[in-house]
């Protein structure tokens, strides 16, 4: 299959937006263990294991990160970006936001932050790309 440059990116903002919900996986499991509360849901984050509290910030983050990311790759999709680094950075944010969340919860702090600096700048990149672009 021969994917077009603006598929991929449109791809890569689905991909972003499943990479949001992984983490919440790892929470609802974590809940599941303390015993989930229905009627006070955020009232039991203190009582999750370490895991399940890095879950639930990798989770945050991961919506912060989408915001900014799927901006980025819509105005090089519309802007009609057509180079091969935009395919780089597409996959790249993506495989990134889904390694930040997997060192995230297992905490590797390290890790994580060269995968949110990979993320960035991808983000970074498809902007100036499609600001190049316009030109």
């Not at 903002?13 to 599941?32: K, N, Q």
């Not at 996959?91 to 990979?118: C, D, E, K, W």
Request: charged share 10%.
């Amino acid at each position: 299959m021969n994917l077009s440059v603006g598929a991929i990116l449109l791809y890569s903002v689905v991909g972003a937006a499943i990479s949001i919900y992984l983490p919440f996986l790892v929470v609802g499991y974590a809940r599941a263990r303390v015993g989930y509360d229905t009627a006070a849901p955020r009232a039991l984050f203190e009582k999750l294991p370490d895991y399940g509290k890095r879950a639930t910030w990798a989770h945050q983050n991961s919506f912060e990160a989408f915001m900014v990311y799927a901006a980025a790759a819509l105005m090089a999709y519309v802007t009609g970006v057509t180079d091969n680094l935009a395919i780089a950075c597409a996959i790249a944010f993506v495989v990134a936001r889904v390694l930040f969340s997997l060192f995230y919860i297992t905490n590797i702090p390290i890790a994580r932050s060269l995968m949110f600096g990979i993320g960035t700048a991808c983000t970074g990149t498809l902007f100036a790309l499609s600001l190049i672009h316009i030109q």
